[in-house]
């Protein structure tokens, strides 16, 4: 079992960037796939990076591809969420959350993760 906390939302312009973090708590955080997942008000849970065990694969949606990355440290069991280059429509609770993972594996879908944070709100002004 994992439990997570993010942090290092806020409200920033558009243009700005933001670093997202979520600490890990529990010995296995390396048997995990870690992603980041956003909500915007009045839509679904959406996906927005992923990354494997060991960090040597990762995965973005299609619109943060080249505007956000995700890393982690398996030392001291986090990941992160670099931001540049905000938007507006990247206005959204943003939650980070574990999948166990067999293998060197990333994942989209909401459902192949088990452990979810708290979320921390990011609000991008125009």
């Known amino acids: 079992q994992v439990q997570l906390a993010e942090s290092g939302g806020g409200l920033v312009q558009a243009g700005g960037s933001l670093r997202l973090s979520c600490a890990a708590a529990?010995?296995?955080?390396?048997?995990?796939?870690m992603g980041w997942f956003r909500q915007a008000p009045g839509k679904e849970r959406e996906f927005v990076a992923a990354?494997?065990?060991?960090?040597?694969?990762?995965y973005y949606e299609h619109s943060v591809k080249g505007r956000f990355t995700i890393s982690r440290d398996n030392a001291k069991n986090t990941v992160a969420l670099q931001m540049y280059s905000l938007k507006p429509e990247d206005t959204a609770v943003y939650y980070c959350?574990?999948?166990?993972?067999?293998?060197?594996?990333?994942?989209?879908?909401?459902?192949?993760?088990?452990?979810w944070g708290q979320g921390t709100q990011v609000t991008v002004s125009s």
């Open positions: 959350a574990a999948a166990i993972s067999s293998g060197d594996y990333y994942y989209t879908r909401s459902s192949a993760y088990a452990y």
């Open positions: 529990g010995r296995t955080f390396s048997s995990y796939a």
């Open positions: 990354i494997s065990r060991t960090g040597g694969i990762t």
